[in-house]
């Protein structure tokens, strides 16, 4: 089976046809680089030297495909071409097939390539010198270093460029890419927070409406009526001011007014009360001070969740919610009769509350457990959140809450 060589690149090939034209040219004029009597000259024939010079040239087809082959077989037809008048195109060719073999060639061969040459250099300078004792010896140890050692330290320097430049860019690359994945995570998260706060804010507010539109469709009493349509009224307001707040917050203040301010567990007495008003009997069980800004948004909107779900799916009864700070957590806990499973729910829900309890939990680093117990008032579903509390200030132990 015949072996394929590989094709030769379009540059060496130019490359080739311009050393073995150049040599030509030299031939032709009759520039050698030794005289014909010179005593290292064994074939004084002038024409001998065109066979080192076809040679070289045909190794430069192989200077970016067969680097390591170019280079020996350019070694012998260098040796060859001092054996005969010379041709300064053999020689030059021949550092350009030493350059590249340490560019193009494997890593093991550009390490060895310079050593090598090197060690050469200092023997074609230590040796004549040592063996003729004349000053003029040391022009070999010259021509050495010219014509190997310096094109291979030149191809070592050249490819540890590449190198750092190849590894410059594929670093550049990663952090591009890390950098997108960021922004993709950011992005992502952005829109879990939004959609969290969507929730938390409006559900409670379109919960109480759709129940209380309900009722007022399906009693013929126009009392039970103008009641219903005074607390849709006052939910809606609520629900228009918490959807302005949501808006100036994704407008980051840039309008003519800054976003209203987060809740904090001070609004838990007007959460409860508007829980009251919607028809739930709540009772509020507080003790915090003040903590970190996170800490407090996290309560309130758990707390606001649990009083939705409680006035959607729970029964006849009372809704208790108590906050319990620790040295370094904060405990909260909201129970409301169990509605079991059997009856609808009085408002549509997505099953989106549990979700967006459980990940802001999740976020500050705490627990959540959610789910029906026993208790001695009956059975009863309990939301239990616990909040750590991180580089926050030590909690007060100031009661505040009653019975709405």
Known sequence: MAVRLPH?????????????????????????????????????????????????????????????????IGTAAVIADYLTRGSLATVLMFTDLMYAAVLYGPPASARRIPWITG?????????????????????????????????????????????????ERLRAEQTALL????????????????????????????????????????LDDPGTSKEALSVIRENSVEGLAEMRRLIGILRDGSGERAPAAAPTLDGLGALVEGACTNGLDVTLDAAHGKLPAPVELAAYRIVQESLTNALKHASAGRVVVTLTPLDASLTVRVTSPYGGDGGAPRAPGSGAGLVGMRERTAL?????????????????????????????????????????
């Open 179 to 218: 950098a997108e994945m960021d922004r993709t995570q950011a992005v992502t998260a952005e829109r879990a927070r939004m959609a969290r706060e969507l929730h938390d804010m409006v559900a409670n507010h379109l919960s109480a409406i759709a129940i209380h539109s309900t009722a007022a469709l399906s």
């Open 364 to 404: 500050l680093g705490g627990s959540f457990e959610a789910g029906p117990e026993d208790s001695p008032d009956g059975k009863v579903w309990s939301v239990r959140a616990t909040l750590p509390i991180a580089q926050g200030p030590p909690i007060a132990q100031g009661p505040q809450g009653g019975t709405a």
């Open 119 to 167: 060690l050469l250099t200092v023997a074609g300078t230590v040796v004549p010198l040592a063996v003729w004792r004349e000053p003029e010896a040391l022009l070999v140890g010259v021509v050495v270093g010219l014509v190997a050692l310096m094109p291979a330290a030149t191809g070592w320097i050249v490819r540890n460029h590449r190198d750092t430049a190849a590894a």
């Open 8 to 72: 030769p690149h379009r540059h060496d090939v130019r490359i080739a046809l311009g050393g073995l034209l150049g040599g030509l040219l030299l031939y032709g004029v009759g520039l050698g680089l030794r005289a014909a009597d010179d005593p290292i000259v064994l074939w004084s024939d002038s024409r001998v030297l065109l066979v080192p010079l076809v040679v070289m040239a045909g190794c430069e087809l192989l200077r970016r495909t067969m680097p390591r082959t170019g280079l020996l």
